[in-house]
Each structure stands twice: as C-alpha cells, then as structure tokens.
C-alpha cells in the first residue's frame, strides 16, 4: 500500500490513519509488529503523516518516539486523538504539557473498568473519526477539562 501526502488537513491525516489500521490491523503494544502487519495508533499516524515507516519504528523504540514528538502534524492529530478520548491526558504541571502518546497507549492497552474488555478495532476507528470531526470543525484542540 503506498501513501504519498502532501501538506494536508488534520482530519485528512485522521482519516488516512483510520484507513491504515483498518487495512493492517492494530497493534497495542509495539508500535509495530511486523510479524502480523499490525500498526499502533502512533504509527499509522506518523505513516498518515509522512507516507512512510522508518525502521527504527521496529528497531528502537526510542527513536521512533523521537520522531513522532518531533513531526508536527504528527503531534496535532494525536492531540485531537487525544482530546475526543473519555479520560483526561497525564499532565506534566512543570511544562504544561500534556502526553498525548502515553494517553493514547493507555487508553488501547487498558481494559474498561465496566466490562473489563480492551477497546474494540472498530471502536479505536469511530475515536479516529470523532477526532477527525473535531478537528474539521474547531480551530485549536480544547484545553484539558477540569475536574467536575
């Protein structure tokens, strides 16, 4: 399958990135797994993003993560991945900053506390939908709610 993008919208990226996971299949804990042709969340973006998967994506993990907090569009649409999920990003007080990649990892790799299932492939594409819908129709990713 090969993607070839030039400057696109965050929905467009969201939407590529939902069609990736439904043509492989995701993986939850490596950002890939090659062995069964399966991407992360993370990576199909970053693929969405850039057209393709570097090696370090299967080699070093470290790197990888590198890359994804380094592309830009990589970052916005994982922002908005992370903004349409029901639970708040971790939030680091000393930088401001939210960990929109741990907040996605945690949420595909943990089992909801109803049913004590992990969520659904074809829940993880509505989220990407959703994500793609919010970031079509507002201007900036919403800040991070407040307790209630």
Known sequence: MTLTLTRTSTGTILDVAGQLLSYF???RTDLINTGREALSIEAAVFRAVTGRIPNAFTRDPKTAELLLETNE???????WISAVLPTDAPHDPDTGIDDHLEHIRT????KDFFTGTLPEPFEVLQVL???KQ???VLTAVPAQRTAA
């Open 25 to 27: 299949s995701l993986e």
């Open 73 to 79: 569009p990589t970052q916005e649409a994982l922002a």
């Open 107 to 110: 949420w595909v790799t943990t």
């Open 129 to 131: 939908q959703q994500a």
């Open 134 to 136: 919010a970031a079509e």
